[in-house]
């Protein structure tokens, strides 16, 4: 019973591609995320959703559109693909008014951009 | 502004000892939740354990206990008995309305 699943785990792609990487969870939670881990292993937050309405947006290229057709799902699209766009990319949900309570993680998507 | 500090980038231990990463925060908030997740290299992250700003008492999880230090916003992990398996990335967290990670201590455990 996965909780958070990403797809792909493993994406290569060339400088100028458009790529989406999907996300969903199955733990009833309001509030998903996307982090990106760049090579030094520091974890950023990029977006948070709460009940599909966007809540966070912290500095993120607007090549960069997330997407929550519903509060299970949270797909990433990334436009015009860069070298520097190279990372690994988390999803992950919590709830959101139990403050208290951690966020789940998906096994992330590794990118890598040729 | 929330941040979250991890000044020791690497720690190693001799297995069966014990160690302690050092984590330090910063918050205007006094309802908050501190977090410390395991990444081993299956970069899965995982829950080690939580502690809640507002309780005195240390959480404790088997072999992981911390130490929480209101005042000086400092929240420290200490692992007993270091076994193989411990061997990762550990990130210290801070929740209020978002999650934010320290930049992560790297525990190698010598056999």
């Known amino acids: 019973d996965t909780a958070v699943s990403q797809t792909p785990k493993y994406l290569v792609t060339q400088m100028g591609n458009d790529k989406s990487i999907k996300c969903e969870q199955n733990?009833?939670?309001?509030?998903m995320y996307w982090y990106k881990q760049d090579s030094k292993k520091f974890l950023k937050i990029m977006f948070s959703y709460n009940n599909k309405e966007l809540i966070i947006n912290e500095t993120v290229p607007n090549r960069f559109s997330p997407k929550s057709p519903d509060k299970a799902h949270l797909n990433l699209h990334i436009n015009s693909l860069e070298l520097g766009d190279s990372a690994v990319y988390f999803c992950?949900?919590?709830?959101?008014?139990?403050?208290?309570?951690?966020?789940?993680f998906g096994q992330g998507t590794r990118l890598t951009v040729v | 502004a929330q941040t979250v500090t991890q000044s020791q980038p690497e720690m190693s231990v001799q297995e069966a000892e014990t160690v302690t990463l050092s984590c330090t925060y910063d918050t205007s908030e006094s309802d908050y939740y501190l977090f410390w997740y395991k990444q081993p290299p299956s970069r899965q992250m995982i829950l080690v354990i939580r502690?809640?700003?507002?309780?005195?008492q240390n959480a404790t999880e088997n072999r992981f206990s911390v130490n929480f230090q209101k005042a000086a916003k400092s929240f420290s992990l200490k692992i007993s008995d270091s076994q193989l398996g411990d061997a990762a990335m550990y990130f210290c967290a801070l929740r209020r309305d978002k999650i934010i990670f320290g930049k992560g201590t790297r525990l190698h455990i010598l056999p």
């Open positions: 733990l009833g939670h309001d509030t």
């Open positions: 992950a949900s919590s709830h959101h008014d139990r403050v208290g309570t951690e966020a789940f």
């Open positions: 502690q809640e700003a507002y309780k005195q």
